[in-house]
């Protein structure tokens, strides 16, 4: 079973105070997603996300407590926003095959506009907050548990041959996730799906023209 998107409250709005204005929420969440997307958490400005959003820099802290609140926010909304349009590519495809494929492209696509988290690989680890890096890292395995689906169903089908699902699929994500910073930064869509298609066939098939046994290489 895919991963669906839950409906629940942000952990980062105080709840103390009295709820802003849904649209005036979402306003402050797209202004910052943008903001931080373009400057960087530590260059982006209270004062300058009020501005833009057009509401008191108080209202802010009244509702988020602090900046990095906002960051983890808009961070935890790309990841939510990312996984459930990967899980619904997958979904539309019938065999384990075709879905790892989609999967892949769809990772590369939709990663392609989740700059937050995209920036969060390119700053690397110990760079960035503590919170930032547990969401990065929650959504890796989130992503993980889509490709081991996905590894299930082909075994239990017949079409994939595997010891160690968990495993492959960690593997695959720790792949994908390696090639994400180069590729989305210097290449484009199409020969991004040039890469794949060889990194699926390579895969699939494998790299040697018959099967030999590894352990007595």
Excluded: C
């Excluded at 079973?1 to 629940?8: A, L, N, Q, S």
């Excluded at 299930?152 to 089908?157: A, D, L, P, Q």
């Amino acid at each position: 079973m895919f991963y669906t998107k839950k409906r629940f409250r942000s952990k980062y709005v105080n709840v103390k105070e009295p709820r802003m204005k849904q649209e005036k929420f979402e306003t402050i969440l797209d202004i910052a997603k943008k903001m931080f997307a373009r400057y960087g958490l530590r260059k982006t400005s209270m004062d300058e996300l009020a501005r833009m959003a057009r509401v008191a820099k108080a209202t802010i802290y009244n509702y988020f407590g602090s900046k990095d609140k906002v960051y983890m926010e808009v961070l935890r909304r790309e990841s939510d926003e990312v996984v459930e349009k990967l899980s619904s590519s997958v979904a539309g495809k019938s065999s384990p095959k075709d879905k790892l494929m989609t999967f892949a492209r769809a990772k590369f696509h939709y990663m392609r506009r989740a700059v937050n988290l995209l920036n969060l690989d390119r700053e690397g680890r110990g760079k960035s907050l503590p919170a930032a890096e547990e969401i990065r890292n929650q959504f890796f395995e989130r992503e993980v548990d889509i490709i081991r689906s996905i590894l299930k169903e082909g075994v239990e089908e017949g079409v994939f041959h595997l010891k160690d699902v968990l495993l492959t699929a960690r593997a695959i994500g720790h792949a994908l996730r390696g090639f994400e910073v180069n590729w989305l930064v210097q290449e484009n869509e199409e020969q991004i799906d040039h890469y794949l298609d060889e990194l699926m066939n390579i895969l699939f098939y494998g790299l040697m023209s018959e099967k030999i046994s590894l352990t007595k290489v």
